[in-house]
């Protein structure tokens, strides 16, 4: 089992119950989508097009639309049963949403959701994408399809130390660190089903990736144990 395998995101009651323990953290997670959301280096009024990335049923496009009030959001997932609830949710942005399945894997997926964008947010979801070639592609892609001074703002789970002999002190100390469930109900999860065979991307790897796919300015802004919130800038 790879990382993220262990999810059915095309199954309507998986998908039914993830939905159900996210929002039982929402107090939690608010308000890290919130900030996160808040950082987009937007004037209050910009006309700005957004790309949420694995948008599942909204959470973080909400957050862009309603400190944005003229962006509009284009959420893509491959999940149908994810969008559907994503739809429903945010019936009362009008045509300031849009919605597009397509899989992230699948190269046609930038001609599916159709750019410029002068942001790409994304939350929970690069992880999903499992093999470091496959996060590798995508971040390439995000980069291709942002506006010259474009960002990408990924909010996701890295390798952590938790992978770490349990007798080091760094594996000791993620051992004793509470679950953070900052992002998510199944941040946790990770690290109890993970094949300990299976290649996990380290910060560092994916730093590097992002700078590698054409990003100028890269940073991790946030961390919390395996949670990060990576920026990665274009040139203007
Ligand atoms: C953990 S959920 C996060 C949903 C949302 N971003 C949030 O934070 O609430 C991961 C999302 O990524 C989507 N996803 C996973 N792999 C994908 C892929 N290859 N292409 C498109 N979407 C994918 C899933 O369908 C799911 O909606």
Known sequence: ???????????????????????????????????????????????????????????????????????????????????????????????????????LRDPAWTTQVGGVFDAVVSSLTIHNLGEPVAIRRAFVDVAGLLCPGGCFFDL????????????????????????????????DEHHHELDPNVVVPTLEDHLCWLREAGFVEVDCVWKQFSEVFLCGFRSS
């Not at 992978?163 to 760094?170: G, K, R, V």
């Not at 000791?172 to 941040?187: C, K, M, N, Q, V």
């Open 1 to 103: 089992m790879g990382i993220g395998d262990h999810h059915h995101w095309h199954s309507s009651s998986y998908v039914d119950d993830w939905i159900d323990g996210a929002t039982s953290h929402d107090e939690q997670r608010r308000p890290v989508l919130h900030q996160a959301a808040r950082l987009l280096p937007f004037a209050a009024e910009a006309p700005v097009r957004v790309l949420d990335l694995g948008s599942g049923y909204g959470e973080f496009s909400a957050q862009v639309l309603g400190l944005f009030p003229r962006a509009s959001v284009c959420l893509a997932d491959y999940s149908v049963p994810m969008l559907e609830r994503a739809k429903q949710r945010l019936v009362g942005f009008g045509d300031r949403v849009e919605f597009r399945v397509c899989d």
């Open 156 to 187: 996701d789970l890295v390798l952590d130390a938790r992978f770490a002999p349990a007798t080091s002190a760094l594996g000791e100390l993620y051992a004793r660190g509470a679950p953070s469930h900052h992002f998510g109900p199944d941040t």
